[in-house]
C-alpha cells in the first residue's frame, strides 16, 4: 500500500517538474502560454562566439540589474556551435563572427534569422618568445608561410625582413590555431586569402585543416593560455582576450603598406570604411586606410524572426536593443570597437522585425 | 683434539653477500617508489590548497555562496557550481542507490547463480568500465535532445555511472550476512521480501552505506557526463528540470582553458571546494565502517 | 464484508495504476502546455480519490500492514518486492542494451561513409567531410602505454612497501593515504597539469602521460596491496624458514601467487587510463599527428570528443559517436581480460589455502 502511494508521490512530483520544462522551443508554431521558469522569470539561452564572450558576460550581468526577471545564459563554444545550435533550435540566440554559410542555410530549423552586429575587433597575432629585441612586425605573406608550416624557425629570413635589424633567436615556432568551429578563425583565414598575395594556401573556413605539427586550444581563451605557456608559440587570438591574458603581439602591415598595432581605435578606423549589405551582414577585414587596422573582425547576435513565445521575443528585443544601445558603452573598456553611428541605427531600426 | 673445520657451506653465520647487498638495494628502490608518487601528490595537495585556499577561504564563505562573475573580473563566486554539484549528485543517489541496493538484493537473494543473475553480474561488471564521457553522450542522445540542457540530464548520466558501482558493493555487503540470521528470521514465519528489509538489509546497511558514499564522491567528481547535458550557467538555479545548471567539476574544466588569471583563481578556488567534498564523503564512509566494525 | 474489501483494494490498485501510467505517458508526451496542466490536474485528482480509498480501507479495520509486520502472509508485498528487485537488476541490461543500441545505431551513417577507412585513415576533415580515426586512436595507445609504463613499477612498488616492508604503525596511514588519493577527481589533476606541469613540459603525449600515470597510480595500488596480502602466510614464512632475505621472500612466495591478481589491477588501471578524458584534452595538444616522439602534441579519442562535439554538424557527431563506441569496446575489452585474469588468480589463491 505505502510502496503505491510513494510512487503515486513520485509520479505526481514529475509530472509537475517535467511538464513545463521541455516547452522551450523557439519558433514551434501552436504552441500557447507562456514558457516561465518557476519564479515567473523568462529565460534565454544563448551560444556560439568567444570573441563576444566577455561582452556578453558583463552585458548580462548590466542588464539584469535593471531587468531583474529575465534570466540570460551564454555558452561560448566558437561561432560553429553558435550557429548550430541556432539552427538545431537548442538555443533563443547565437554569437556568430561569420554568417551561416548558403550550404548551411538549409539546416537551420526556425525560417528566417536576422543578424545584429554588436561589435568590431581586431585579431591579434600572439607571441611568446625569448630574446626578442622588441615588438615584432609581419606582414600577411610572413603570418601566411608561418602558420601553414613553411617558415619553421623564429630566425627565418622572411621575418628578419619584415623586421630589419631586430635579433631573431632560433627557436622552432610552435603555432597555435582553434580546435573548435571558429569565427576567428574563419576571419583569420579569409584575410590571409585576401591579403597574402597567393600565398596561404589552406583555405578560409571556421575549421581549416592546419598542418599536423601544430597545437590547438578551445576559443580565444584557449589559444591565448597555449600560447602563454608554451615557449615559441605564436597564435591568433581577439585583442581583447590577448591582452587580458597579457600576451605581447605583433604590428601587422595593412592595405596602404603600414605597420598597425592592434587597438580599439585602429579597428574603429577599419570599421569606417565597411559595405554594409541589407541584411547587415559585412566585412572589416582588409579595410583601405592608413590607420586600418587589416584583421579587424566583427559579430553578430543571430536570432529567428520568427518566435513562438511573446515574452521571449520581448526579453530578446529588450536585451538586444541593451547590446545595441547602453551596451557599447562597455566595449572600449574591453578593448573592442563600437559600431560605427550609421551601422547601429539601421541595426536598431532592423529590432522591429522580431514579431512574436 | 681438535674441532674439525666447518665447512663453508654448513657456516650458518650471517656474512657480507651479495644476496644481503641486493636486499637493501631493493628495499631502498621500493621505499624510493613511496617517494616517487609522494612528490606529484604532494605538489598537487600543495597547489590546490594554497592557491585554491587563497581564494576560498579568504572569501568564506561568499565564495560557496556568490555567482559567478565575468571571466576576467577578479573575485569569488562559485554558488551556482556548488549548488549544481550537490543537487546533480544527489539526485543522481536517490535514482541508483535505491535502484543498485534492490539490484543487488535480486543478485544475491533471488538470483544466485541463475543464468540471469550471472548475465546481470557480468553486464554489471561491464558498466562499471564505460567511459564516462560515453556515457555522457549516451544520455545527450537519449535525454537532452528531447528535454534541453538541464541538471537532471546530468542526474541521469551519473547514477547510470554509479549504478554498477553501488550494485557491486551492496552485493558484497549482502554476501556477507550470515546464512543464519536469514533461517532465523523465516522459522519465525516472515516471508522472503520481509526479511530481506528487516533483517538482511539493517546488517548490511553499515557496508552498503560506505560503499554508496565512496560511489557518490566518485559521482562529485565527474565532468565528462555533465559537459554535454547540463549547460553553463553563472547564476544559481534551484531547479533541475528548468534551465541550464553548472557543477564545480564542470566549471574547474572551463576555467582550466582560460588564460586569464582570475578565472584561473576560481578554478582552484572550485578544486579545493571539490576536493574536500570528496574527502570527507569518504572520511564519512571510513567512520561508518570503522563503527560497525567496533560494533561487532 | 471481505468481499467489499477486496473489491475496494481492487479498484484501489487499479485507479493507483491509472495514475501513474497517466503521469509517466504525461511526463514523456510531447503535448502542449494545456495538455501538461490537465495531466498535473488528472494524476492529484487520481491520487486524492486513491488517499480516500485508502482511508476508507483502514477505516474498515483491515490493519495497514506495515513493513516491520513480521506475520505470515503477504503475498502480494512478497511478489511486488520481488518483481521491484528483478525490475532493478533488469535496468542495468536495458540501459548497457541502449547504449549499444543507441550508439552504434548513430555510428552508423559516418561506418557507412568511410568503411574500414575509419579505422585506418589519419584524416579527419570536417568540411571535407572524411573521418579517419587512427590520430586519435594512436594516441589514446601512446599516452596509456606511457602512464602504465610509468604508473606500473610506481605502484607496484608502493604496494610491496606498504604491505612487506612498512613498519606496522606506518601501514594504516599509508593506506588511509593512498585511499583518499584515489578518490581524487581527474579534473583537479587536469587543472594542475595544464597550469602548473605544462608550462615546464609543454603539452605533449609525455606530459599526458604522466598526469595519467599520477591519476591511476593510486587505484592500481589499492588493487595491487589487497592482491599482495592474499598470500598465505605459510609460504612467507617458509621462505624466511629456508634462509631468504626479504627480497627474495617476496620473489619467491609473494609475486608468484600475487601474479595473475597484478596483471588485473594493472589492466584494470590501464582501462581507466584510456577513458580519460579531462586531463588528456588539456594537455595533450590536441594536434592530430601520428608520432612516435612523446614530446610531440597530439589527440586522444575522448579528448577529441570533448573538444569537438559542441559544434559538429550531423556527420561529424556520428563521426564522434563511432569514436565513442570504439573506446568503449577496447575499454570493455581490456577490463574483460582484467578481470578474467583476477578471478583466476583468486580461485587459485583459495584453492591453494593457508
Known amino acids: 500500500m ?61 542588464f539584469i540589474k535593471s531587468n531583474g526577471n529575465v534570466k540570460i545564459t551564454y555558452g561560448g563554444g566558437g561561432s560553429g556551435k553558435g550557429r548550430q545550435d541556432l539552427a538545431d533550435m537548442v538555443v533563443d540566440f547565437a554569437g556568430t563572427d561569420s554568417p551561416f554559410k548558403d550550404a548551411d542555410k538549409s539546416k537551420i530549423k526556425g525560417g528566417d534569422v536576422l543578424y545584429f552586429p554588436v561589435l568590431l575587433g581586431p585579431i591579434a597575432v600572439a607571441y611568446n618568445v625569448d630574446g626578442l629585441s622588441g615588438k615584432l612586425q609581419l606582414s600577411p605573406d610572413t603570418i601566411a608561410k608561418i602558420f601553414q608550416g613553411d617558415i619553421k624557425k623564429w630566425n627565418d629570413p622572411a621575418i628578419a625582413a619584415d623586421n630589419a635589424g631586430a635579433k631573431l633567436p632560433s627557436d622552432d615556432i610552435v603555432v597555435v590555431h582553434r580546435a573548435d568551429g571558429s569565427g576567428t578563425t574563419d576571419n583569420f583565414t579569409k584575410f590571409l586569402d585576401g591579403a597574402s598575395g597567393g600565398v596561404w594556401k589552406l583555405k578560409s573556413g571556421s575549421t581549416v585543416d592546419w598542418p599536423k605539427d601544430t597545437q590547438a586550444g578551445q576559443g580565444n581563451g584557449g589559444v591565448a593560455q597555449a600560447v602563454k605557456s608554451t615557449k615559441g608559440a605564436i597564435g591568433y587570438v581577439d585583442l581583447s582576450d590577448a591582452k587580458a591574458a597579457g600576451l605581447i603581439y605583433a604590428n601587422v602591415k595593412n592595405q596602404a603598406g603600414k605597420f598597425v598595432e592592434p587597438t580599439a581605435d585602429t579597428a574603429s578606423a577599419a570599421g569606417d570604411g565597411i559595405d554594409v549589405k541589407d541584411d547587415l551582414t559585412f566585412s572589416a577585414l582588409n579595410a583601405k586606410g592608413d590607420t586600418s587596422y587589416p584583421i579587424t573582425y566583427q559579430s ?55 514579431q512574436g | 683434539m681438535t674441532i674439525p673445520e666447518l665447512s663453508t657451506s654448513l657456516d650458518l653465520r650471517a656474512r657480507p653477500s651479495w644476496r644481503r647487498t641486493k636486499n637493501t638495494i631493493m628495499t631502498v628502490l621500493l621505499a624510493s617508489t613511496v617517494v616517487a608518487i609522494a612528490i606529484p601528490l604532494v605538489l598537487v595537495m600543495i597547489s590546490v590548497f594554497a592557491k585554491g585556499g587563497k581564494i576560498l577561504f579568504a572569501h568564506f564563505p561568499a565564495f560557496l555562496t556568490a555567482s559567478i562573475p565575468p571571466t576576467r573580473v577578479a573575485g569569488p563566486g562559485m554558488g551556482p557550481a556548488v549548488l549544481g554539484t550537490l543537487m546533480t549528485t544527489g539526485m543522481a543517489t536517490l535514482i541508483a542507490v535505491p535502484l543498485g541496493v534492490l539490484g543487488a538484493i535480486y543478485l544475491n537473494e533471488y538470483g544466485g547463480q541463475s543464468r540471469f543473475a550471472r548475465t546481470v553480474r557480468f553486464m554489471s561488471m561491464v558498466m562499471t568500465g564505460v567511459p564516462s564521457i560515453v556515457m555522457g553522450l549516451f544520455i545527450y542522445v537519449v535525454w537532452t535532445l528531447h528535454f534541453r540542457l538541464q541538471g537532471f540530464g546530468g542526474s541521469l548520466a551519473l547514477a547510470c555511472l ?34 530481506i528489509v528487516t533483517v538482511v538489509l539493517p546488517a548490511a546497511m553499515s557496508g552498503i552505506v560506505s560503499g554508496s558514499l565512496l560511489a557518490i564522491a566518485r559521482a562529485a567528481g565527474e565532468t565528462a557526463p555533465l559537459l554535454f547535458t547540463i549547460g553553463a550557467a553563472r547564476v544559481v538555479n534551484t531547479s533541475l528540470f528548468h534551465g541550464e545548471s553548472t557543477a564545480l567539476s564542470a566549471r574547474i574544466f572551463e576555467n582550466a582553458k582560460e588564460a586569464v588569471v582570475a578565472a584561473q583563481d576560481r578554478g582552484w578556488g572550485a578544486a579545493l571546494a571539490l576536493v574536500l567534498l570528496t574527502f570527507a564523503l569518504t572520511v564519512i564512509a571510513r567512520v561508518v565502517t570503522a563503527i560497525a566494525t567496533r560494533k561487532r | ?54 482511508r476508507r480501507l483502514a477505516a474498515k479495520h483491515v490493519p495497514a500492514r506495515s513493513l516491520t509486520d513480521l506475520r505470515g502472509d503477504g503475498h502480494v508485498d512478497d511478489k511486488l518486492f520481488k518483481l521491484l528487485a528483478v525490475g532493478a537488476a533488469t535496468l542495468v541490461l536495458l540501459i548497457l542494451g541502449l547504449i549499444a543500441v543507441t550508439m552504434t545505431n548513430r555510428a552508423l551513417p559516418v561506418l557507412r561513409t568511410m568503411g574500414i577507412k575509419f579505422f585506418t585513415s589519419s584524416t579527419w576533415s570536417e568540411h571535407d567531410g572524411v573521418f579517419g580515426a587512427l590520430p586519435y586512436i594512436w594516441g589514446t595507445i601512446y599516452t596509456s602505454a606511457i602512464a602504465i609504463v610509468i604508473a606500473v613499477p610506481i605502484s607496484l612498488g608502493v604496494a610491496l612497501y606498504i604491505t612487506q616492508i612498512a613498519p606496522v604503525r606506518l601501514k594504516k596511514p599509508l593506506v588511509y593515504l593512498i585511499d583518499l588519493l584515489a578518490v581524487v577527481p581527474s579534473v583537479v589533476f587536469g587543472l594542475w597539469g595544464v597550469l602548473a606541469l605544462a608550462p615546464h613540459l609543454g603539452r605533449s603525449f609525455l606530459t599526458a602521460g604522466i598526469i595519467l600515470a599520477i591519476m591511476i597510480t593510486p587505484i592500481i595500488t589499492s588493487l595491487a596491496r589487497e592482491v599482495i596480502e592474499t598470500t598465505a602466510q605459510a609460504d612467507k614464512e617458509a621462505a624466511y624458514a629456508l634462509g631468504a632475505t626479504r627480497w627474495e621472500m617476496i620473489t619467491a612466495a609473494v609475486l608468484p601467487h600475487s601474479k595473475g591478481g597484478l596483471v588485473g589491477a594493472v589492466m584494470l588501471g590501464l582501462g581507466r587510463a584510456m577513458g580519460e578524458t579531462i586531463a588528456a584534452a588539456l594537455v595533450i595538444g590536441s594536434s592530430p599527428q601520428i608520432a612516435l616522439s612523446p614530446f610531440k602534441s597530439g589527440d586522444s579519442m575522448p579528448a577529441v570528443i570533448a573538444n569537438q562535439w559542441g559544434e559538429a554538424s550531423d556527420l561529424q557527431k556520428s563521426a564522434l559517436i563511432a569514436l565513442a563506441v570504439t573506446l568503449f569496446v577496447m575499454t570493455i575489452v581490456v577490463n574483460l581480460v582484467a578481470s578474467r585474469i583476477v578471478q583466476r588468480s583468486l580461485a587459485k589463491s583459495r584453492g591453494v589455502g593457508g
Open chain 1, 2 to 62: 505505502k510502496l503505491w502511494m510513494g510512487l503515486l508521490a513520485v509520479a505526481s512530483l514529475a509530472t509537475a517538474s517535467c511538464d513545463s520544462g521541455k516547452k522551450d522551443q523557439v519558433g514551434k508554431t501552436g504552441s500557447a502560454g507562456t514558457t516561465t521558469t518557476s519564479g515567473g522569470a523568462v529565460a534565454i539561452s544563448g551560444s556560439g562566439s568567444t570573441f563576444q564572450k566577455a561582452f556578453q558576460e558583463v552585458a548580462m550581468d548590466a
Open chain 2, 162 to 195: 554509479m549504478l554498477p558501482v553501488v550494485i557491486n558493493a551492496a552485493e558484497q555487503m549482502l554476501r556477507l550476512v550470515p546464512n543464519g540470521l536469514r533461517e532465523a528470521s523465516y522459522a519465525l514465519g516472515a516471508t522472503k521480501a520481509r526479511t
Open chain 3, 1 to 54: 464484508m471481505n468481499q467489499t474489501t477486496d473489491r475496494l483494494r481492487l479498484a484501489y490498485f487499479a485507479l493507483a495504476t491509472l495514475v501513474v501510467v497517466f503521469a509517466v505517458y504525461n511526463a514523456f508526451a510531447q503535448g502542449d502546455h494545456l495538455g501538461g496542466d490537465i495531466g498535473l490536474a488528472a494524476s492529484s485528482l487520481g491520487a486524492a480519490i486513491a488517499w480516500f480509498v485508502h
Open chain 1, 300 to 354: 553578430w547576435v543571430i536570432v529567428y524572426a520568427k518566435q513562438a513565445d511573446p515574452a521571449k521575443a520581448t526579453a530578446l528585443r529588450d536585451y538586444l536593443k541593451f547590446l545595441l544601445t547602453d551596451g557599447q558603452k562597455q566595449l572600449s573598456s574591453l578593448d573592442f570597437a563600437p559600431l560605427p553611428k550609421s551601422l547601429q541605427d539601421k541595426a536598431v531600426a532592423q529590432l522591429s522585425k522580431i
